[in-house]
């Protein structure tokens, strides 16, 4: 079964998330890069964030050569912005077909997650949802629990998923 990590991250909370689920599993990663990234991590991305989350702002994004197609079990990552998934990975979900694959979501958030797993299943019709992990600042709130947590949860989804 070939398995693939798709996801965005900003500060860096998504990314430990999806790497520590890669090695886990034995999955290829994509790493997300909008050509140009938001510049400030100061309150300022706050704002602008979520602004381009209410307007759908969807940035370019750097090329890649991963076909989501090409996989069985597809895990899909994305920051909690203003309750929400990113730009980028609205720039993703809606530019890359994916269909009729087995799908394990998660998110990285500071607060609420809000609506953004949620959203990212309307963007993801077609598809079989096998789990959600949802997770409240990995990096900076008991790492080493949830890289635990994270490391029984993809094994799951792969025991899940066959």
Excluded at 16 to 29: G, H, L, R, S, Y
Aim: aromatic letters at 12%.
């Amino acid at each position: 079964m070939k398995k693939l990590v798709i996801f965005y991250s900003f500060e860096g909370n998504t990314k430990f998330v999806a790497e520590t689920i890669a090695k886990a599993v034995d999955a290829d990663i994509l790493e997300l890069k909008p050509e140009k990234e938001m510049k400030t991590h100061s309150f300022f991305k706050y704002i602008i964030g979520g602004a381009q989350v209410v307007f759908k702002y969807k940035p370019k994004l750097k090329p890649f050569n991963i076909n989501p197609q090409d996989y069985n079990l597809i895990f899909i990552g994305t920051p909690a912005w203003a309750l929400d998934y990113t730009p980028t990975m609205h720039s993703f979900l809606s530019s890359t077909k994916i269909n009729d694959k087995q799908i394990a979501l998660f998110c990285s958030r500071m607060s609420n997650g809000g609506k953004s797993l949620k959203t990212m299943k309307k963007k993801l019709v077609g598809n079989e949802f096998i789990g959600e992990l949802d997770l409240s600042q990995p990096l900076l709130k008991e790492k080493e629990k949830n890289l635990i947590k994270i490391q029984k949860w993809s094994k799951e989804m792969v025991r899940i998923s066959k």
